[in-house]
């Protein structure tokens, strides 16, 4: 290997399917001392093919570090077949009951997602299903997606996403939307950074403000100093602040 060349985190212990499509998979990783308890990643991206779950790679590395069996997801997105609304949430189900049924990772499972994953974490938070998970921690999550959609965040990736604005698919809109769907079966977290301009922090306090209102175990964590890939990073402060948020909820 070349002086310099930066090294990545190994490879999964494996990658499993929970679907038939090959965007539905989910890569493992194993800790070498236990917490006894899971984390299920889900990677941002804006909903988009072009990012896939190797974003989370580093990631999902630290957490197993940190102690939790670990399964980063991998899903359908806009663009894709079977992607966006209803397919990609479709997904969503599908993979935290294949990891909650995974004879390697333990319970409790938190879901863990960034930005767009954020969003899909969120969202899950509200679903029958979700009742026994640990709970959520959405990192500057677009967990607001009227908000996303008012601020054009990342080129109108929630109109690409839900194929329409919210009064040309009202029900698709109604379907995905974290807010609609209040209180959350399980308690959320949201961690965003001050800085973050790529999805500002006001979408996680706009959701939060709704939250309060029916009575939610939802908080949030205004990180300084802190843009929107920090939050990732195992090199950062903000990436402490991650792992101190999944064991809490334990």
């Not at 930066?6 to 490879?11: E, L, N, Q, T």
């Not at 499993?16 to 539905?24: L, N």
């Given at each position: 290997?070349?002086?310099?060349?930066?090294?990545?985190?190994?490879?999964?212990?494996?990658?499993?399917?929970?679907?038939?499509?090959?965007?539905?998979?989910?890569?493992?990783?194993?800790?070498?001392?236990?917490?006894?308890?899971?984390?299920?990643?889900?990677?941002?991206?804006?909903?988009?093919?072009?990012?896939?779950r190797?974003?989370?790679?580093?990631?999902?590395?630290a957490?197993?570090?940190?102690?939790?069996?670990?399964?980063?997801?991998?899903?359908?997105?806009?663009?894709?077949?079977?992607?966006?609304?209803?397919?990609?949430?479709?997904?969503?189900?599908?993979?935290?009951?294949?990891?909650?049924?995974?004879?390697?990772?333990?319970?409790?499972?938190?879901?863990?997602?960034?930005?767009?994953?954020?969003?899909?974490v969120?969202?899950?938070?509200?679903?029958?299903?979700?009742?026994?998970?640990?709970?959520?921690?959405?990192?500057?999550?677009?967990?607001?997606?009227?908000?996303?959609?008012?601020?054009?965040?990342?080129?109108?990736?929630?109109?690409?996403?839900?194929?329409?604005?919210?009064a040309?698919?009202?029900?698709?809109?109604?379907?995905?939307?974290?807010?609609?769907?209040?209180?959350?079966?399980?308690?959320?977290?949201?961690?965003?950074?001050?800085?973050?301009?790529?999805?500002?922090?006001?979408?996680?306090?706009g959701y939060?403000?709704?939250?309060?209102?029916?009575?939610?175990?939802?908080?949030?964590?205004?990180?300084?100093?802190?843009?929107?890939?920090?939050?990732?990073?195992?090199?950062?402060?903000?990436?402490?602040?991650?792992?101190?948020?999944?064991?809490?909820?334990?």
């Amino acid at each position: 290997m070349p002086t310099g060349t930066p090294v990545g985190p190994p490879a999964p212990a494996r990658t499993t399917a929970y679907g038939p499509d090959e965007a539905q998979v989910y890569d493992v990783r194993l800790p070498t001392a236990p917490l006894g308890a899971s984390v299920l990643v889900v990677h941002g991206g804006f909903w988009r093919a072009a990012t896939d779950r190797t974003h989370a790679a580093a990631q999902a590395q630290a957490l197993a570090d940190a102690g939790f069996a670990v399964a980063v997801g991998e899903y359908r997105r806009a663009g894709m077949p079977g992607g966006g609304v209803p397919g990609t949430l479709d997904d969503v189900a599908a993979l935290v009951a294949a990891v909650r049924s995974d004879p390697e990772l333990p319970s409790p499972v938190i879901l863990v997602g960034h930005s767009a994953g954020g969003h899909l974490v969120a969202w899950a938070a509200n679903q029958p299903w979700a009742a026994g998970l640990a709970g959520v921690v959405a990192l500057a999550g677009c967990v607001d997606l009227q908000a996303t959609d008012r601020m054009r965040l990342g080129a109108d990736a929630a109109r690409a996403f839900l194929d329409g604005g919210p009064a040309e698919a009202p029900q698709r809109w109604a379907l995905a939307d974290p807010a609609a769907g209040l209180p959350p079966r399980v308690p959320v977290r949201l961690l965003h950074g001050r800085d973050d301009d790529v999805v500002p922090l006001a979408v996680s306090e706009g959701y939060l403000a709704r939250c309060r209102a029916s009575g939610a175990d939802v908080t949030i964590h205004a990180l300084d100093g802190c843009d929107h890939f920090a939050v990732i990073d195992p090199g950062t402060a903000a990436f402490s602040a991650v792992v101190a948020a999944c064991r809490a909820l334990l």
